[in-house]
């Protein structure tokens, strides 16, 4: 398989995954991405609150599949500079034999991934991208812990707003629901400038306009369609702090929205 494009390893330029990593306390990024951070937090202060909620949402979702649902073999694409509570340690944590596979365009990303892996024989990392599902289902590397004729969790957190409307996001979402096994899930989370005044979205896109990728936010119905022929887990798609329902401690500690978050079951 050939080379996945990707961001060019430039730290003068800011790069999405180091600005997250920054806001989510991590050390592995440069002045470039800890400036794009500052100013996208001076617009919407909740920004660097928000990323930390995202982190809890994961862990809560994948002991959710794990623990709940039965899920042992997870794809993590998009998944950003490793951090505390990666999605393997948090499932295997529940579930030991959980096979757990990261997905990501962005090289330095990959590397780091794979110092941190390189002991666990139940995790794999792939250089994959979004853009391009049909290689990423059918990377070897994942294709040695993915079986598709079983159940599979795909989780897309704080991934498809880097996804333009010209890149087709509905059709890549449609391919990977159309390849998973009934019984399997997709869960996703998305930003959303529903609850942003349109100066401060304006602002806060242009922060990224200079960054290795652009950040779409997109309305709570923009983000449903990704689910359509799937059964969304209740609550629903909701804010992210308010999944699940049923976990009173999950109570926001803002009340700006920022993030629409869901899980559902291809039935």
């Known amino acids: 398989m ?3 494009p990707g961001p060019k390893f430039d730290v003068s330029v800011p790069n999405v995954a180091r600005i997250y990593d920054y806001m989510l306390g991590g050390k592995d990024n440069y002045q470039a991405d800890r400036d794009a951070a500052e100013r996208l937090i001076k617009v919407l202060p909740e920004a660097e609150l928000a990323c ?3 982190r809890r949402f994961l862990e809560r979702v994948v002991r959710f599949l794990v623990s709940d649902c039965g899920i042992r073999q997870i794809i993590d694409i998009g998944t950003g500079l490793p951090t505390q509570g ?4 948090v499932a295997q944590e529940e579930a030991p034999a959980t096979r757990v596979v990261y997905a990501d365009y962005d090289r330095v990303v990959v590397r780091h991934a794979e110092a941190l892996l390189a002991r666990n024989e139940r995790v794999a990392v792939v250089h994959a991208d979004l853009r391009t599902p049909r290689e990423l289902i059918t990377h070897r590397d994942l294709g040695k812990l993915i079986d598709f004729s079983q159940p599979v969790a795909i989780l897309i957190l704080a991934t498809l707003h880097f996804i ?3 890149e087709r996001p509905d059709e890549i979402i449609r391919l990977l629901r159309s390849t998973m096994a009934r019984g399997s899930y997709l869960a996703v989370s998305h930003i959303t400038a529903e609850d942003v005044h349109p100066d401060d979205s304006k602002s806060a896109q242009a922060v990224y306009t200079s960054a290795s990728a652009p950040a ?6 923009g983000i449903a369609r990704f689910f359509d022929e799937l059964e969304l887990v209740p609550p629903g798609l909701v804010n992210i702090n308010m999944w699940p329902a049923a976990e009173v401690r999950y109570i926001p500690e803002t009340s700006k929205l920022l993030m629409y978050g869901g899980v559902a079951r291809k039935s």
Not at 86 to 89: G, I, R, S
Not at 216 to 221: A, F, K, L
């Open 86 to 89: 990666n999605v393997h340690q």
């Open 2 to 4: 050939g080379d996945v």
């Open 216 to 221: 779409i936010p997109r309305t709570r119905e």
């Open 52 to 54: 930390r909620q995202n």
């Open 164 to 166: 333009t409307d010209d």
